[in-house]
């Protein structure tokens, strides 16, 4: 049985991972806006499958209003190779700018 290099350097790490996040085309994790009253956001990068798992997580910048909703965010498109689409589960527009953060991981 095949060891993961999760598997064989777990005993030495020491904190979460870490990696830069930059905007390129091979860029595998970032932060992107999804800017207020908008409803998807496109990101552009090669590394990019259909079979790609993306994995996201967000922080508001603001304070939301008591009776505003929050929206959830999801995939929407994936262009295998080009780039990947987020936007909210409801298809409305957000009342304030929102970053997400992504990473991929490639699931074959």
Known sequence: MALTLEQLW???????LQTKTNSQAGQWAGR?????????VV???????SDSLILT??????????????HGTEVKTISPGGYF????????????????MW???KAS
């Not at 992107?32 to 998807?40: A, D, E, Q, R, W």
């Not at 990101?43 to 499958?49: G, H, K, L, R």
């Not at 987020?86 to 700018?97: E, F, H, K, S």
Request: aromatic share 2%; net charge positive.
């Open 10 to 16: 777990r005993p030495i790490f020491r904190g979460p």
């Open 32 to 40: 992107t806006t999804l800017n207020s009253g908008s409803v998807t």
């Open 43 to 49: 990101i552009s990068t090669t590394n990019v499958n």
């Open 57 to 70: 997580g967000l922080v508001g910048n603001a304070n939301v209003a008591s009776g505003t909703a929050i």
């Open 85 to 100: 689409t987020l936007g909210t589960m409801d298809g409305i527009g957000i009342a304030r700018d929102t970053i997400i």
């Open 103 to 105: 990473t991929i991981v």
